[in-house]
C-alpha cells in the first residue's frame, strides 16, 4: 500500500509510493527544511489515516516551492532530493492546471 499522488509522470499520470518511501522521505525533509518551512508541509506525511485528501492549487504551487528548496538543500542525500523534486513536479503541474492535488 501506499499513495498515488495525482499529476505525476507514471503510466496512470501519478507519482506513487509506499506508505514506508513517503514516511522517509518525511524524515528527510524534516531534517533539511527550517522548521516553519516543515510544518507547513508535515500535514501531508503526517497523516492519522490513509484517507484520500485533496491540495488546492495554490496550496499545491507553495508546496513545490518547499519541496524544490529540500531537494537542492547541501545536506538532502541525492536519491532523496530527487524524489522530492518528482513530488514538487506534481504540484506544479496540479497548479499550473488550476486542478486540485490529489493523494489517494
Request: with cysteine; aromatic share 10%.
Amino acid at each position: 500500500m501506499g499513495w498515488n499522488v495525482s499529476h505525476g509522470t507514471n503510466a496512470n499520470g501519478e507519482f506513487r509510493r509506499s506508505y514506508t518511501s513517503m514516511s522517509n522521505l518525511a524524515q528527510q525533509l524534516a531534517h533539511v527544511l527550517s522548521a516553519s518551512d516543515w510544518r507547513s508541509i508535515a500535514y501531508l506525511f503526517n497523516r492519522p489515516s490513509g484517507d484520500p485528501f485533496t491540495v488546492a492549487p495554490a496550496e499545491a504551487s507553495r508546496v513545490a516551492d518547499v519541496l524544490r528548496n529540500a531537494a537542492v538543500h547541501r545536506l538532502m542525500p541525492g536519491d532523496w532530493g530527487a524524489t522530492a523534486d518528482e513530488l514538487a513536479d506534481a504540484a506544479d503541474r496540479a497548479a499550473c492546471a488550476g486542478e486540485p492535488w490529489t493523494w489517494r
